[in-house]
Structure formats: C-alpha cells, structure tokens
C-alpha cells in the first residue's frame, strides 16, 4: 500500500476500534435496529449533499440502482442489524474480535471465489485455526451468558462479518465509478432505510427511541457513530477497497480488536476469560495467516 493508504488504514483502525464501546453505549437504552438505522440515514444524507457539491452525477450513480441495492442491503442492512442486535447479548470486546477477524477470511474466501485470491494450503490452515477459535469462543460465551442467548449473539456478529464481506467484494467495481463519497451515500442511506424497516418487521417501535431513552452516553455514542465511524471511518474503507483491494482493506483486523478489547474491559467493566483470551488470539492469528498467507497481491482496479 501506499504511504497515503497507510495513513487512512491507521486512522480506520482507531476510530473502528472505538466505534464498539459507542454501539454498546447505544443499545442499552436504545432499540438497536432503529438506533443503526437512524446513524446510517444521517450519515448518508451528509455523505451525498457532499457528493453532490463535488458534482458528483446522481443520475449516474442511480443508473447502477441494482449494485447500489445489493451492496447496501449486504454491507448495512444485513450486517448492522444482526451486529447492533447480538452486541445487546455480548460483550463489546468479545463482538469486536469475531467481527473484526472474520471480516479479513471472509474477505479472502469471497475474492477467491471470484477469482481475486489464489487458493493456498496457508490459507486452508489459517481457516482451520479460525474454526478452533471459533469454537472457543462459542463456548466462552455459552458458559459465561448461557441464559441471555450469548452464543446466539456470537451467531449474529459472524453473520454480519460474512455479510459486509460479501458486500465489500462487490462494491469495488461501483466504488471505482462512482466515487467513495457517492457510494458511500447511497449505501449508508438506502442500507438505514432498509434497516428501519426490518427494524419494525421485527417488532421495534419508533416511539422507543423519544427522547427519555436517550441517555448521555447513549447520544455521545451516536454521535460518535455518525461523524466517526460513518462519515469519516466508512468513507476511508471505501477508498482503502477501491485502491488496496479488499484483502488489504481489511487488515484493520489486526489492531481494532486490540482497543475494542481494552476499552470495554476498562469503560465498560466487560468480563473477560481466559476462554475468551485464547478463542480471541486463535482468531487474530487466522486473520493474520488468511492476510499474509497467500502470496498474490490483490488486483488494483483502475480509477
């Protein structure tokens, strides 16, 4: 990558890694569907004012209403839903971890498929190590939450993972056209619509988000959300996807993980086993062989 992309991957490690302790913070006291919903139709309504003051054509990026659809019911509203949802059964540090981890192999399994990614016996272990981890994690928080559905949650945050990966992968092409900013827009708009209305589907009611639910941290955490997180965080992955390939993009699963971790055990008082530890290290460690495994560079589309 380059120095430019290095800086921007530096910057979505730490801002990604701090979006955790917002989402839990959020979805104590808030309906979490509604509450992803109402970050991501904010952001979109600020990302595509910009496009447009950028001159940016609507009509074009509209012309690709097909790709536009897919991507943002793939990389928001299947993933952020069932990730805002199992956050409300897990901890943020244990969530952060799963997601951030798989996001790199699901990554690397979907650009093979497509025939971005070369098959390797490396990646076959890295795979292997990732299912062990898995596992472990599974029972940590079978044993430590059995009651409140934890292993549920965990189910809901690795669904996510392979659905914003599955969403990555295919937007290159879009983003590449259009622009990170538009694509951007269009995603997060349309991806919160279509969440706010799985939200109600699924029995979430709007009257819960009044202003009484809305705590300090809650509205702090939003906030957070929105302006980094969204406008500043998803903007950088939608550049790093398009100029570094989506493999290198999401080598951010090598450090968030770290501050997510440190800062629900810290803020949040989340607990943390000795389980959970290994099951974590067993993921990173996939993450990292899936990254570094293969020895083909991701292909760089033109601009």
Not at 5 to 27: D, E, R, S
Not at 83 to 95: C, D, E, I, N
Not at 170 to 187: C, E, F, W, Y
């Amino acid at each position: 990558m380059s120095a430019s992309n290095y800086g921007k991957f530096a910057i979505l490690c730490a801002v990604w890694g701090l979006t955790w302790i917002a989402v839990k913070y959020g979805v104590t006291t808030l309906p979490p569907m509604l509450f992803a919903a109402l970050r991501f139709v904010t952001a979109g309504v600020v990302f595509l004012a910009v496009a447009v003051w950028q001159g940016r054509s609507m009509r074009g990026l509209a012309a690709d209403w097909l790709s536009i659809f897919i991507v943002s019911l793939l990389m928001i509203t299947l993933c952020y839903g069932p990730l805002f949802w199992g956050m409300t059964k897990v901890p943020s540090g244990t969530a952060a971890v799963l997601e951030m981890s798989l996001t790199p192999v699901c990554l690397f399994v979907f650009g093979m498929l497509l025939r971005q990614e070369s098959w390797s016996w490396a990646a076959a272990i890295g795979l292997a190590v990732g299912s062990i981890g898995l596992y472990l994690l599974f029972v940590g928080g079978s044993r430590a939450s059995h009651d409140d559905g934890a292993w549920i949650g965990i189910i809901s945050v690795c669904w996510a993972a392979a659905s914003s990966a599955l969403g990555s992968v295919l937007a290159k092409p879009t983003i590449a056209k259009h622009g990170s900013t538009a694509v951007a827009g269009a995603t997060t708009f349309l991806g919160g619509l279509l969440l706010a209305g799985a939200a109600s589907i699924c029995g979430e009611n709007i009257t819960d988000l009044a202003v009484s639910n809305w705590t300090a941290k809650a509205f702090g955490g939003w906030l957070f959300l929105v302006i980094f997180g969204s406008l500043i965080g998803y903007r950088l992955y939608m550049q790093l996807l398009r100029d570094a390939g989506p493999t290198r993009a999401g080598m951010f699963a090598f450090v968030s993980p770290a501050i997510a971790v440190a800062v629900g055990t810290f803020l949040a008082r989340e607990p943390l086993t000795a389980t959970n530890l290994v099951g974590m290290a067993f993921m990173l460690l996939s993450a990292a062989v899936c990254l570094y495994g293969t020895r083909a560079p991701p292909r760089r589309m033109s601009k």
